[in-house]
């Protein structure tokens, strides 16, 4: 296993990639990749994107299969958009914190108990969670699905509190936060960091909105996955830190061999901590073994589905054409 979790993939006697390759040819399969995937998952994938990019996609494809390398809600949002498709994701262990801090019967009773208000809600819940919900949203979306909001309109953002709190500063709007968080980004360490940016003066901090305040107070860019990795291929520094799962700096240390990428420590002064446990259930054995059998599939309950799609629809018409631009953090600050 390498630092960052990869396995560079063996099943005895079968060459992985070349019969991953094959797979994707005879099943007519598209392999979409959240950037949060091991190096080797990313480089055999079709698309590598954020979230909004990867819904996306997954709405567009012309595949029979979608074998979506990323966690449980992003390949249910491929088959809410896409149901006619056959959608696989390597492991279906692969959840969220914040999908499991906001279960639908509490979410329910949530908008039950304020009824003047309507739910923007993060993509990063389950199906029935975005079926109760009024408009999805990503990261690279909030921003600019709040500012079409009517201003007297009340709204409940779920469920990451750190997100919401950050979109409620950067737009003035007033929201209730459901108190969910990523474990993930929960975990980096601002005294950490202050250290680290002492080691580094002047290296930008790139940071995803998932991070509390007290680390967000120290970027020098935040945004979605994609829009961090955009600052980094823009960034005039030849050290930069980055603060959000990991995997990521593969896309940037690809782009931008000269640059150093740190990653943003956890409280024991180490990164490590700080790779998605869920994300790191695939791997590329799983990846092909779910080629080869059509299984794990990802099924979700017509009513549930309709609903959901509503609200994913939204996003995608309130979006706009954001594709690849992950322009929630539009670089605020010097330095990248
Ligand atoms: P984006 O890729 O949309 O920035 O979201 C990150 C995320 O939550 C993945 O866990
Ligand atoms: Fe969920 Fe955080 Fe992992 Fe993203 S990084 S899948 S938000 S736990």
Redesign the pocket.
């Known amino acids: 296993m390498d630092a960052r979790g990869g396995t560079g993939g063996s099943l005895a006697g079968v060459d992985i990639i070349e019969e991953i390759n094959r797979l994707r040819e005879e099943r007519n399969a598209v392999i979409l990749a959240?950037y949060?995937q091991t190096p080797e998952i990313q480089d055999i994938a079709d698309f590598v994107g954020d979230s909004l990019d990867l819904s996306r996609k997954a709405a567009d494809t012309d595949a029979d299969v979608i074998a979506f390398c990323?966690?449980r809600?992003?390949a249910e949002t491929a088959k809410i958009l896409s149901p006619e498709k056959t959608v696989i994701l390597p492991d279906m262990n692969?959840?969220?914190?914040?999908?499991d801090s906001c279960p639908p019967d509490k979410f329910r009773e949530f908008r039950e108990a304020n009824p003047d208000h309507i739910a923007l809600t993060y993509i990063?819940c389950s199906a029935a969670v975005k079926a109760l919900s009024d408009i999805i949203v990503t990261s690279s979306s909030a921003e600019i699905i709040l500012n079409q909001i009517p201003e007297d309109q009340k709204i409940i953002f779920a469920p990451?509190k750190h997100l919401g709190a950050y979109m409620a500063r950067k737009t003035g709007r007033e929201m209730l936060l459901w108190p969910g968080v990523?474990?993930?980004?929960e975990a980096f360490s601002e005294t950490e960091l202050l250290k680290l940016k002492a080691q580094h003066p002047g290296a930008p901090v790139l940071a995803?909105p998932?991070c509390p305040a007290a680390i967000l107070d120290h970027a020098d860019h935040i945004g979605s996955t994609s829009s961090i990795l955009k600052a980094a291929k823009e960034t005039e520094s030849d050290t930069v830190i980055v603060a959000?799962?990991p995997h990521i700096m593969h896309q940037m240390e690809k782009a931008l061999p000269d640059v150093t990428f740190i990653g943003a420590p956890g409280a024991d002064g180490n990164c490590n901590c700080n790779i998605?446990?869920?994300?790191a259930l695939n791997t590329m054995e799983k990846l092909y073994t779910a080629l080869r059998d059509l299984e794990p599939q990802i099924e979700v309950e017509e009513s549930i589905r309709i609903d959901a799609k509503k609200s994913l629809d939204r996003m995608l018409e309130m979006a706009g054409n954001t594709l690849g631009k992950g322009d929630v953090g539009a670089p605020e600050a010097a330095g990248v």
């Open positions: 959240h949060y990323g966690v809600f992003m692969a959840g969220c914190s914040l999908e990063n990451d990523c474990i993930v980004h995803h998932e959000t799962e998605c446990p869920y994300m």
